[in-house]
């Protein structure tokens, strides 16, 4: 990788070589407000609001690659380059995860996709429960400022946003952000958008999401031509999908999928001969987070194992 290479990725943080939930402060290096925007597309707004307010830092969070990739070059060459950092993940994992209690002051979501089919109202952002996990980040007296083009999805987010320990405020706006998905609309012929102004009033207290520890186990025997694994599918879901032997090192690997909540990993399990025994346990060089989930699926692979040799 070149140095200009790896320059455009300084911004991104690395979600498994960090402590979590992130102490921001440190990651800056600087004790300032922390303001979030959710889902910066190509990173128009990011660079402008770090520009007009160098005095602030600044995450932001996007799932797709492709706009996160352009936004690291459009803002390459910011002088407050150092004070905007990138999370390349799904926003609710984010807020579960990296952000602690009453840590936020300001958090901005401009045009987010309002899932307009009735089948896939289920995946909008801002139900009743992501504005109470927003409440819970939100310092005392913190700010979401959420903007759509889309009526229907404005009325829906009013509904949910009752008893989340907001005040709300709404207003109709003219352009005013020059985003990509603004000027999209405004091409169509959109002339007026829908803002929501919500402000922490009470606090709500939605723990983050912790790592947990993860078992090893050990079994007397392993025989990966008797081996089965059945699909697990309760709370969390966990799902076989493949396992390479190496008779020669005498070790398998188990490819699983591990669905919970709003999280989908895929993960491996690693099945090794040591001396009189196996050893059952993650295995190494994989990134992920260890969850409930990953902690089930090596769980599940160790009975697997055990039934195996009955």
Same mark, same amino acid.
């Given at each position: 990788?070149?140095?200009?290479?790896?320059?455009?990725?300084?911004?991104?943080?690395?979600?498994?070589?960090?402590?979590?939930?992130?102490?921001?402060?440190?990651? #800056?290096? $600087?004790?300032?407000?922390?303001?979030?925007?959710?889902?910066?597309?190509?990173?128009?707004?990011?660079? $402008?609001?770090?520009?007009? #307010?160098?005095?602030?830092?600044?995450?932001?969070?996007?799932?797709?690659?492709?706009?996160?990739?352009?936004?690291?070059?459009?803002?390459?060459?910011?002088?407050?380059?150092?004070?905007?950092?990138?999370?390349?993940?799904?926003?609710?994992? =984010?807020?579960?995860?990296?952000?602690?209690?009453?840590?936020?002051?300001?958090?901005?979501?401009?045009?987010?996709?309002?899932?307009?089919?009735?089948? @896939?109202?289920?995946?909008?952002?801002?139900? @009743?429960?992501?504005?109470?996990?927003?409440?819970?980040?939100?310092?005392?007296?913190?700010?979401?400022?959420?903007?759509?083009?889309?009526?229907?999805?404005?009325?829906?987010?009013?509904? &949910?946003?009752?008893?989340?320990?907001?005040?709300?405020?709404?207003?109709?706006?003219?352009?005013?952000?020059?985003?990509?998905?603004?000027?999209?609309?405004?091409?169509?012929?959109?002339?007026?958008?829908?803002?929501?102004?919500?402000?922490? %009033? /009470?606090?709500?207290? %939605?723990?983050?999401?912790?790592?947990?520890?993860?078992?090893?186990?050990?079994?007397?025997?392993?025989?990966?031509?008797?081996?089965?694994?059945?699909?697990?599918? &309760?709370?969390?879901?966990?799902?076989?999908?493949?396992?390479?032997?190496?008779?020669?090192? /005498?070790?398998?690997?188990?490819?699983?999928?591990?669905?919970?909540?709003?999280? %989908?990993?895929?993960?491996?399990?690693?099945?090794?001969?040591?001396?009189?025994?196996?050893?059952? =346990?993650?295995?190494?060089?994989?990134?992920?987070?260890?969850?409930?989930?990953? =902690?089930?699926?090596?769980?599940?692979? #160790?009975?697997?194992?055990?039934?195996?040799?009955?």
């Amino acid at each position: 990788m070149s140095v200009e290479e790896k320059h455009l990725l300084d911004p991104l943080v690395s979600l498994f070589d960090i402590s979590r939930p992130v102490d921001w402060k440190e990651v #800056f290096n $600087r004790d300032v407000p922390l303001d979030v925007e959710i889902g910066f597309g190509i990173g128009e707004f990011l660079a $402008r609001r770090t520009t007009d #307010f160098p005095e602030r830092n600044i995450v932001g969070i996007e799932q797709i690659w492709e706009r996160t990739y352009k936004a690291l070059k459009k803002i390459k060459d910011l002088s407050p380059y150092r004070f905007i950092k990138i999370l390349h993940i799904d926003a609710w994992v =984010a807020f579960e995860r990296l952000f602690d209690l009453k840590t936020i002051d300001k958090i901005f979501c401009l045009y987010p996709c309002p899932w307009p089919k009735k089948g @896939h109202i289920k995946h909008r952002l801002f139900s @009743h429960d992501f504005l109470k996990l927003l409440n819970s980040r939100l310092k005392n007296g913190g700010e979401i400022t959420l903007v759509t083009d889309f009526y229907p999805f404005f009325e829906w987010v009013l509904n &949910e946003s009752l008893e989340t320990g907001f005040t709300v405020k709404t207003k109709k706006i003219s352009p005013q952000y020059d985003t990509k998905f603004e000027r999209k609309w405004i091409g169509g012929g959109q002339e007026q958008f829908f803002e929501i102004y919500f402000k922490k %009033v /009470e606090h709500q207290n %939605v723990n983050s999401k912790r790592d947990e520890d993860l078992r090893v186990y050990k079994i007397k025997n392993f025989d990966s031509k008797t081996f089965q694994f059945s699909d697990y599918k &309760e709370d969390i879901a966990v799902i076989f999908k493949d396992m390479l032997f190496d008779d020669e090192q /005498e070790r398998a690997m188990i490819h699983l999928i591990v669905s919970e909540e709003h999280l %989908v990993q895929h993960f491996w399990v690693s099945v090794k001969k040591e001396k009189d025994h196996w050893i059952i =346990a993650k295995a190494e060089g994989q990134n992920f987070f260890p969850t409930t989930g990953v =902690a089930k699926a090596i769980e599940l692979v #160790f009975e697997s194992a055990q039934h195996s040799c009955e």
